[in-house]
């Protein structure tokens, strides 16, 4: 799922962050986990019993799929508007 | 602790109309929401400095409804996580959330929870592969990001959301690779007559399945999700048709190549709030599931405790706006703000309407409501808890070891006790074990606990230095 944005909606500028420290643009105020799709980065942890890939699910932040640390901060991707600059990676797998 | 006559907990079409209806009517009334504006799902506001090349009629009435939110004296903490609900001693409630500008600690003498649904997506191999997202997810993406899932989208399950979102996303340029649809020709042909009661949603339906139509998109009634396939992400899907009980018919699958399936088999009321505060529920398949007993007005058997919208009773967007209302008026009756005759007048037209809409929210309800078949079609080796990994045939295993109601198939399986807290499995995990105790009010429904969502420890502490913090003089040795 490479996601797609719709031609013809006005959007804020894009403005640079990273995720796991590679180099990402997108709009200010997209949700992360959106920004993150339209970049093809899909798989944003594993599950902690099985270690099988997940993503987002959801999008409203209720089956919290999307986890990710945002300035070290545990967040889910699907409520954090992009910001510059901000620092995004991966939970390290042993975290629960 | 800031201190109102009201806390409404929810943003969505019945929570900001109760709040409204509230206000106006003279309480002090403060409005907490998890996303960054009003709207909820369904009228989900484009993110700010999005303009969606053609609006339609949902985001014009949301734009409408936080237009009115603003002009409202209602006081709102947006972006703020509500993980605590208590009853306070003295009668009340004390809500406490976590914002971007610290912990927020309310109380009032009134709640009125609009906490809205969560979908309900059944089991199937490979429904936690990175590419497949829920139905509501997509119309997220669609009406708040202005994006599409994916290249070529399947989208699966049942109810109207289904061509709303194949509509949309064919309309936004998208290719759409089939529509699977649970409910068959016939199933919506009885439905007709009940959703002809509101000829303009009928005729806006009509115009998305017309639109799919038109780009021969097959169209599959019958039919649902056999298999997701992919190493990391997904590639494909397997679909199969169905038999009348709704389990899959003995027939070979179709395969689609897709990055991505969107797929949702009809909503949940979120009635973590009453569950919570241990208010009485019942069981009721046509209204979702598990629901709070209420009074036509909203009112839990707890005191001062409402609950209205798709989070008490599934009924969509239009019923909730009017419980919403008659929520919000009857806590300022409740709480002296109108005598009988004033909040008799006040409320008669909410109830009307809410008479009037009744016939096409059953129609609705009736088609995205459980199928018992579906459940017991799920594959023995499929994850149902995507938290913590619990296969069906575990919790089959449970009930054999002795688990016999939904907390104990929790403690024995870790079904539910995961970061979701069961708002993904706990449907279909229960009516797996229904189906071996009995009912689905025998199996029960998990107990609420707080914190309602999982919350940093260093959001809830806030920002504070150490030695601000009275300590007492050791004792002398």
């Known amino acids: ?96 | 602790m800031r201190q109102a006559d009201l806390i409404v907990l929810g943003a969505g079409p019945a929570g900001t109309e109760a709040a409204l209806a509230a206000s106006a009517a003279g309480l002090d009334v403060v409005l907490v929401e998890e996303a960054q504006a009003a709207g909820g799902q369904v009228w989900r506001a484009p993110y700010p400095g999005l303009a969606l090349p053609k609006p339609d009629e949902d985001a014009t009435a949301g734009a409408a409804l936080r237009d009115r939110l603003v002009a409202s004296r209602v006081e709102t903490h947006f972006n703020a996580r509500a993980w605590s609900v208590n009853t306070l001693p003295e009668g009340g409630f004390r809500l406490d959330a976590a914002t971007e500008s610290g912990p927020l600690s309310l109380a009032a003498p009134r709640l009125v929870a609009a906490t809205g649904a969560v979908e309900r997506v059944i089991p199937f191999p490979g429904w936690t592969l990175p590419g497949v997202v829920g139905l509501a997810a997509a119309t997220v993406m669609l009406k708040a990001q202005a994006v599409l899932p994916g290249q070529r989208v399947v989208v699966a399950g049942c109810g109207p959301l289904l061509a709303a979102v194949a509509a949309k996303i064919l309309a936004s340029g998208g290719e759409v690779v089939a529509v699977v649809d649970r409910a068959s020709r016939a199933e919506w042909l009885a439905a007709t007559r009940h959703l002809a009661t509101r000829p303009r949603l009928l005729a806006r339906g009509l115009g998305w399945a017309l639109r799919i139509a038109g780009r021969r998109v097959p169209v599959l009634f019958g039919h649902a999700i056999h298999a997701a396939e992919g190493q990391d992400v997904l590639e494909a899907v397997q679909v199969a048709p169905l038999a009348t009980d709704g389990s899959f018919a003995a027939a070979p699958p179709r395969r689609f190549m897709a990055d991505a399936l969107c797929v949702g088999d009809g909503l949940v009321p979120g009635a973590e709030i009453p569950r919570l505060l241990r208010a009485p529920m019942r069981f009721d398949r046509t209204l979702g599931g598990w629901v709070p007993q209420v009074d036509a007005e909203g009112r839990t058997s707890i005191p001062g405790l409402f609950a209205v919208g798709d989070g008490a009773l599934l009924r969509g967007q239009a019923p909730a706006v009017h419980a919403g209302r008659l929520a919000g008026l009857a806590a300022a009756h409740d709480a002296g703000r109108s005598d009988a005759a004033a909040f008799a007048q006040a409320s008669a037209a909410d109830h009307a309407a809410l008479a009037t809409l009744a016939p096409f929210a059953a129609a609705v309800s009736r088609l995205m409501a459980l199928r018992p078949g579906a459940v017991r079609a799920i594959a023995p080796t499929t994850v149902v808890c995507r938290c913590e990994d619990v296969t069906r045939g575990m919790i089959d295993a449970a009930f054999e070891d002795g688990a016999r109601e939904v907390n104990q198939l929790k403690h024995f399986t870790r079904c539910g006790m995961g970061p979701c807290q069961g708002r993904s499995c706990g449907d279909v995990a229960a009516e797996i074990l229904a189906a071996r105790v009995g009912s689905r009010e025998a199996a029960g429904c998990w107990t609420g606990r707080p914190p309602l969502r999982p919350v940093p420890l260093a959001d809830l502490l806030g920002e504070f230095d150490y030695a601000d913090i009275p300590i007492p003089a050791p004792a002398p040795l």
């Open chain 1, 1 to 96: 799922m490479t996601s797609r944005r719709i031609p013809g909606a006005t959007r804020p500028a894009e403005v640079a962050f990273t995720y796991a420290g590679t180099p990402q643009r997108a709009p200010t105020g997209e949700a992360l986990a959106t920004a993150l799709a339209c970049a093809g980065v899909l798989g944003l942890r594993r599950s902690p019993a099985a270690g099988t890939p997940r993503g987002a699910f959801c999008f409203m932040g209720s089956c919290q799929e999307c986890l990710v640390l945002v300035d070290g901060v545990p967040r889910q991707a699907c409520l954090v508007p992009v910001r510059p600059g901000l620092d995004v990676q991966p939970v390290p797998d042993a975290m629960p």
